[in-house]
């Protein structure tokens, strides 16, 4: 059985540049979340994916978007990339319907510069 | 609207002395609560869940609905136990909203 992998781990952009994270759910996890982490702050939720749709979103701008894959893989694209965006960026597999609890994978840490 | 409020950053004890990090929420309906830990330069990974009353690696956590607590006890703090410990829940969608976590240091 395999974690939650993501990619790539860093990652430095410009302001104004477009920026893709992805990630690799859990074998037997259908559902991919996506959070936000900034320094000192717990994670904040961004949004999350359910057979390719999304399925819930958290307090962030159109320019955050996202994929699910049929393959349960999914991609986070964020535009026009400001410095608060710089953060780490977390993704979580679960299984939908059954609230066991999120896998994580480490992250991916994305500078704006 | 569902929100976690963890009110300490930083905990300190030595070791063999008892824990507890402090965690309120507020919700509504009827939550679902978690604690997650994460290690030094480890992912964050699920500890515990409250609805399962399970004690691992020696902590506990007890839904209090009356004071809208969750608070993690652990007797006997190890060196092992230093983290960041995140508090969260989830209402009836299933995602759950994160407090900003304390720090948990234990010196010998």
């Known amino acids: 059985e395999t974690g939650v992998t993501q990619s790539p781990t860093h990652l430095i952009k410009t302001r104004g540049q477009q920026v893709t994270l992805r990630c690799s759910s859990q074998?037997?996890?259908?559902?991919v979340s996506w959070y936000q982490q900034a320094l000192g702050q717990g994670p904040q939720f961004i949004f999350q994916?359910?057979?390719?749709?999304?399925?819930g979103r958290g307090n962030f701008p159109p320019r955050f978007s996202g994929l699910q894959f049929p393959n349960y893989s999914s991609e986070l694209n964020v535009n026009a990339l400001e410095l608060d965006d710089s953060a780490l960026y977390l993704c979580?597999?679960?299984?939908?319907?059954?609230?066991?609890?999120?896998?994580f994978g480490s992250g991916t840490r994305l500078t704006v510069v | 609207a569902q929100r976690v409020t963890q009110p300490e950053k930083l905990l300190s004890v030595f070791k063999g002395a008892p824990v507890e990090l402090k965690c309120n929420y507020s919700?509504?309906?009827?939550?679902?609560l978690f604690w997650y830990v994460q290690y030094s330069r480890q992912r964050l990974q699920l500890l515990l869940r409250?609805?399962s009353r399970e004690s691992i690696k020696g902590f506990t956590a007890d839904l209090n609905k009356g004071e809208t607590s969750f608070h993690l006890k652990k007797p006997f703090a190890q060196e092992e136990d230093s983290a960041m410990y995140y508090c969260?829940?989830?209402?009836?969608?299933?995602?759950?909203?994160f407090g900003r976590g304390t720090s948990l240091i234990v010196h010998p």
């Open positions: 979580a597999s679960s299984e939908q319907g059954i609230n066991y609890g999120y896998t």
């Open positions: 074998s037997g996890h259908n559902t």
């Open positions: 994916y359910y057979r390719e749709e999304e399925n």
């Open positions: 919700y509504s309906g009827s939550p679902e």
């Open positions: 409250h609805i």
């Open positions: 969260a829940l989830s209402g009836g969608s299933y995602i759950p909203t």
